[in-house]
């Protein structure tokens, strides 16, 4: 489901933590050991649904053999009121794996919620969502995921992915010039450059450029940036954007758009579990 990403070492953490060394004492108290029911996943929110098949091998992992109808999928958009997916299985098991499983599609479905508007606030444009590396740690991989299903397109996933040269590389480095040239000299492709003014644009090219993430430029400004490229590389807005700004950014011509609100700020979920 999601490439290079362990599910199985995942959920055994996550339980792990949530368990600790004994267990749901809670439900071992309450709960006869032979007891099953059935419990139905519905959001409460209008959603993009991401992460069901995690919260499916959470319940699986404590119950193999459960029973589990899926009654949406990963990238759907849901209504309010929604089922989202059926379980029937050991009730003691089922408790257990719940808050990790519902934690998990809360966090994700928020970010896949969240891309999808952003998505839809620049639809019929030209523009390309993408997202960031402004992901929590140990949860890129489900993040990016998450953004996916709401539509963006991925960024680099690590440093090694990809090169991008920022503000601080070109003050070490003493100036976007020489910043770019030491990246051709050793070999890299695809170099991506952050410029934050008019000015560093043509020095940028000429040392041979990529890509140009054009940094906190108002609408007005990447115009005239996008102006002065011609069309010579595929450039990024990146900075400042949000649900009232993108539309008016993604008019301006520009290829793609970054936005790491759509990892860094996203609201849960309202998704519940309701058993009966």
Same mark, same amino acid.
């Given at each position: 489901?999601?490439?290079?990403?362990?599910?199985?070492?995942?959920?055994?953490?996550?339980?792990?933590?949530?368990?600790?060394?004994?267990?749901?004492?809670?439900?071992?108290?309450?709960?006869?050991?032979? $007891? %099953?029911?059935?419990? !139905?996943?519905?959001?409460?929110? /209008?959603?993009?649904? &991401? #992460? +069901?098949?995690?919260?499916?091998?959470?319940?699986?992992?404590?119950?193999?053999?459960?029973?589990?109808?899926?009654?949406?999928?990963?990238?759907?958009?849901?209504?309010?009121?929604?089922?989202?997916?059926?379980?029937?299985?050991?009730?003691?098991?089922?408790?257990?794996?719940?808050?990790?499983?519902?934690?998990?599609?809360?966090?994700?479905?928020?970010?896949?919620?969240?891309?999808?508007?952003?998505?839809?606030?620049?639809?019929?444009?030209?523009?390309?969502?993408?997202?960031?590396?402004?992901?929590?740690?140990?949860?890129?991989?489900?993040?990016?995921?998450?953004?996916?299903?709401?539509?963006?397109?991925?960024?680099?996933?690590?440093?090694?992915?990809?090169?991008?040269?920022?503000?601080?590389?070109? $003050? %070490?480095?003493?100036? !976007?010039?020489?910043?770019?040239? /030491?990246?051709?000299? &050793? #070999? +890299?492709?695809?170099?991506?450059?952050?410029?934050?003014?008019?000015?560093?644009?043509?020095?940028?090219?000429?040392?041979?450029?990529?890509?140009?993430?054009?940094?906190?430029?108002?609408?007005?400004?990447?115009?005239?940036?996008?102006?002065?490229?011609?069309?010579?590389?595929?450039?990024?807005?990146?900075?400042?954007?949000?649900?009232?700004?993108?539309?008016?950014?993604?008019?301006?011509?520009?290829?793609?758009?970054?936005?790491?609100?759509?990892?860094?700020?996203?609201?849960?979920?309202?998704?519940?579990?309701?058993?009966?």
């Amino acid at each position: 489901m999601i490439a290079d990403f362990d599910i199985d070492a995942f959920v055994r953490g996550t339980l792990a933590e949530d368990m600790g060394e004994g267990g749901d004492r809670t439900s071992a108290a309450v709960i006869p050991a032979d $007891a %099953v029911l059935t419990a !139905v996943m519905d959001t409460r929110d /209008a959603v993009t649904v &991401a #992460g +069901l098949p995690l919260a499916a091998a959470f319940f699986r992992a404590l119950d193999a053999d459960c029973v589990i109808e899926m009654l949406a999928r990963d990238g759907n958009k849901a209504a309010a009121g929604t089922a989202l997916m059926r379980i029937t299985g050991n009730a003691r098991a089922l408790l257990t794996a719940e808050r990790s499983a519902l934690n998990t599609v809360q966090h994700l479905t928020g970010i896949a919620t969240l891309t999808r508007q952003y998505v839809e606030a620049i639809a019929g444009t030209k523009a390309i969502l993408l997202d960031t590396r402004k992901t929590l740690p140990g949860l890129r991989l489900l993040e990016k995921y998450a953004t996916r299903m709401g539509g963006a397109t991925n960024h680099r996933m690590r440093l090694d992915d990809g090169v991008m040269i920022k503000d601080n590389h070109i $003050a %070490v480095a003493g100036g !976007v010039e020489p910043a770019v040239r /030491a990246a051709k000299a &050793a #070999g +890299l492709r695809n170099v991506v450059v952050e410029v934050d003014s008019i000015d560093q644009i043509a020095p940028a090219l000429a040392a041979g450029a990529d890509r140009l993430l054009l940094d906190n430029m108002p609408p007005s400004l990447l115009r005239a940036a996008l102006k002065i490229i011609g069309g010579r590389v595929p450039t990024e807005a990146s900075g400042g954007v949000n649900l009232q700004t993108i539309r008016a950014i993604a008019e301006t011509g520009v290829t793609y758009i970054s936005v790491g609100r759509i990892t860094q700020s996203a609201p849960a979920a309202d998704i519940g579990l309701d058993f009966g």
